[in-house]
């Protein structure tokens, strides 16, 4: 089908709508990651603490995203998404007020419900805009791979102003950013589609419709994600340990996300190449072992280490997001991708909590190598999902 110069024109502005969406609000939930250190020392919180704060943010995205998709269905897709976006912002201005965990917890919960609209609402947004012309998986790849940009950026940045501005001047800043994307996308997103009352019905798509499949493949990225936000709770207090900075944290959080974004792009084709479960199998013992280094490698080696464990550790996740069409049955794609980020946003942000509890009874390296063991869970789940996949093609 051929695209007037105007449609395109219209498809880009989704497009960079939806990217900018994912890397704001990836951004301001991976920035967390440096200030936790600050706000243990500032407030006495304890490890279990700090889980609940990081927790707080991702749990309250993971158990409101099915509710903002059927909410955009009465009162449309893109104010919501704009409105959340404005409402991440509020939240940052209220966490550079706080003068205790009391407040800080609550404008954290407020900051992920704001957050909840992003993933399915941004994400369905360009999928429509691409169904006619074609393109849906490239869009959605440049769409993923914004996150892993904004993850890069603003945690970078945030940690380079530590160094000259108080950590309450850079969650102002924060919130300005919120404020000023939100306001960024109503411009930018076409006008038919911001005064419409319900998102644009897709078509239906079949895959093989496997019920088992799909909770194996949910459990599976569920399991990736507790691992993955376990070990970014915990990378900053290993990287304390060995002698880095706030500056240097930053750093090693950018090298981290540069290769996890790197990594989205490369396991994505590697998958597409040798299969789903080789290429879990081949990320996940990669991770596992890169964790267990990461333990007892002095600062120098391990921040070289950490683009190759960022592209391992963050790979795995692109695959697994590949596989849900795969197994989606007909007209429930949207409902399949919802599932399945909730089930990995939710282990992510029950993760913390509980390895935080880990952290505290036996230290942090204990609870980084328990982190690394559970990947093993992860290689039989894959072959489970392959064999479902098979079975029902």
């Keep these: 089908m051929t695209l007037t110069a105007r449609e395109t024109i219209t498809r880009r502005r989704h497009l960079v709508a939806g990217c900018g969406a994912h890397a704001v609000h990836d951004g301001l939930t991976d920035v967390i990651y440096v200030l936790l250190p600050i706000w243990q020392a500032q407030f006495a919180l304890s490890?279990?603490?700090?889980?609940?704060?990081?927790?707080?943010?991702?749990?309250?995205?993971?158990?409101?995203?099915?509710?903002?998709?059927?909410?955009?269905?009465?009162?449309?897709?893109?104010?919501?998404?704009?409105?959340?976006?404005?409402?991440?912002?509020?939240?940052?201005?209220?966490?550079?007020q706080a003068t205790g965990?009391?407040?800080?917890?609550?404008?954290?919960?407020?900051?992920?419900?704001?957050?909840?609209?992003?993933h399915p609402l941004?994400?369905?947004?360009?999928?429509d805009a691409y169904e006619d012309g074609g393109g849906v998986k490239q869009a959605l790849s440049q769409y993923n791979f914004s996150g892993d940009i904004g993850k890069t950026l603003v945690p970078g940045l945030v940690g380079l102003l530590l160094t000259v501005i108080s950590w309450?001047?850079?969650?102002?800043?924060?919130?300005?950013?919120?404020?000023?994307?939100?306001?960024?996308?109503?411009?930018?997103?076409?006008r038919q589609l911001r005064t419409a009352t319900a998102p644009v019905v897709a078509r239906l798509h079949a895959g093989t419709g496997s019920v088992t499949g799909l909770r194996a493949l949910i459990v599976l990225g569920t399991l990736d994600s507790a691992v993955r936000m376990g070990f970014l709770t915990f990378l900053p207090f290993l990287l304390q340990t060995k002698g880095a900075g706030t500056a240097g944290i930053g750093l090693a959080l950018t090298l981290l996300f540069i290769g996890g974004a790197f990594g989205k792009l490369f396991c994505g084709y590697l998958g597409a190449r040798i299969g789903m479960m080789r290429t879990v199998w081949l990320t996940e013992t990669s991770t596992a072992a890169l964790i267990?280094?990461?333990?007892?490698?002095?600062?120098?080696?391990?921040?070289?280490?950490?683009?190759?464990?960022?592209?391992?550790?963050?790979?795995?996740?692109?695959?697994?997001?590949?596989?849900?069409?795969?197994?989606?049955?007909?007209?429930?794609?949207?409902?399949?991708?919802?599932?399945?980020?909730?089930?990995?946003?939710?282990?992510?942000?029950?993760?913390?909590?509980?390895?935080?509890?880990?952290?505290?009874?036996?230290?942090?390296?204990?609870?980084?190598?328990?982190?690394?063991?559970?990947?093993?869970?992860?290689?039989?789940?894959?072959?489970?999902?392959?064999?479902?996949?098979?079975?029902?093609?």
């Design 47 to 96: 490890y279990a603490q700090i889980g609940l704060l990081r927790g707080a943010y991702s749990g309250m995205m993971a158990v409101f995203q099915l509710m903002a998709s059927r909410a955009a269905r009465r009162w449309g897709r893109v104010p919501l998404l704009v409105g959340g976006t404005g409402l991440a912002g509020v939240a940052y201005l209220l966490v550079g």
């Design 101 to 118: 965990l009391v407040m800080l917890l609550l404008a954290l919960l407020l900051g992920g419900l704001g957050a909840s609209t992003q």
């Design 122 to 127: 941004a994400s369905s947004m360009v999928t």
């Design 168 to 190: 309450r001047a850079s969650a102002t800043l924060l919130g300005v950013l919120g404020l000023a994307s939100a306001g960024l996308l109503w411009w930018l997103i076409p």
């Design 292 to 393: 267990v280094m990461a333990v007892y490698l002095p600062l120098e080696g391990l921040m070289l280490m950490l683009p190759l464990l960022g592209l391992v550790l963050n790979g795995t996740s692109s695959v697994l997001y590949g596989a849900v069409p795969d197994l989606a049955g007909a007209g429930k794609r949207e409902q399949a991708f919802a599932l399945f980020y909730t089930g990995t946003i939710g282990g992510g942000a029950l993760a913390p909590v509980v390895f935080g509890g880990v952290g505290d009874a036996l230290g942090v390296p204990v609870a980084v190598m328990v982190l690394a063991g559970v990947l093993s869970v992860t290689l039989p789940l894959a072959w489970g999902v392959e064999k479902e996949s098979r079975a029902n093609a």
